[in-house]
């Protein structure tokens, strides 16, 4: 007897591989684990796509104030810029330049005031378009970090049911019986939480990410638009 249940314990051993573990499950934690899987893998296709973001939005601002604070004048930096697809730092730069030249032409006529007011809202506007654009998607990563473990914690409470059901049916306890319910929702459970764990790691490093960059956007938008009132004090 015991070489029996010994054999039936090392066959369930054997069959106990991830796969075996996904193919034996209840159809409602095989729904709970490929969620978790799909959510997994966007959520790290986000992570890889944020990662380049962020570095090319810091060289790229790297590369403009290195521009801007080398002496040319303004007019050719703006010439130099334009015709490219401008991000970061350099788009909140050709969105004030632009509301200055459409304000010199005005200005002429009616005076200068207003001016500095209204390149200041355009630098405001442009920078919520930057972060919004850098904060996109995010909301995917704080939500699976929030999420996951609960849906795992589902799958996990599932097929415990499944373990009790089995033993009712074959009124046995012993561990071939409640093994494989037991193993598909601890397995539900692992997913869950390979979900979870990156997810809330990149979420709270782009999130540090997004302050240190917004927060030198509007540094570069008060140089800026100091830069702009001297000039327009030397007109009046």
Known sequence: MNEIVSGALASKAGEMSFLNLFLQAHIVVQAVMVGLVLASV??????VEKYFA??????EADEFESLFWSGQSLEDLYLSLGPKNNQSMAALFMAAMREWKRSQESAMRAGFQGVQKRIEMVMDVQL???MNQLESRLL???TVGSTAPFIGLFGTVWGIMNS??????????NLAVVAPGLAEALFATALG????????IFYN????DIGKLGARLEN????FGAIISRQLDERH
């Open 42 to 47: 966007f959520c790290w296709a986000i992570v």
């Open 54 to 59: 962020f570095r090319r939005a810091r060289r």
């Open 128 to 130: 919520q378009r930057e």
């Open 140 to 142: 995917v990563l704080a």
């Open 164 to 173: 009790f059901r089995a033993i009712s049916v074959s009124k046995s306890t």
């Open 193 to 200: 939480l390979l979900a979870a764990i990156p997810a809330v």
């Open 205 to 208: 490093k782009f999130a540090h």
């Open 220 to 223: 570069f938008a008060d140089e």
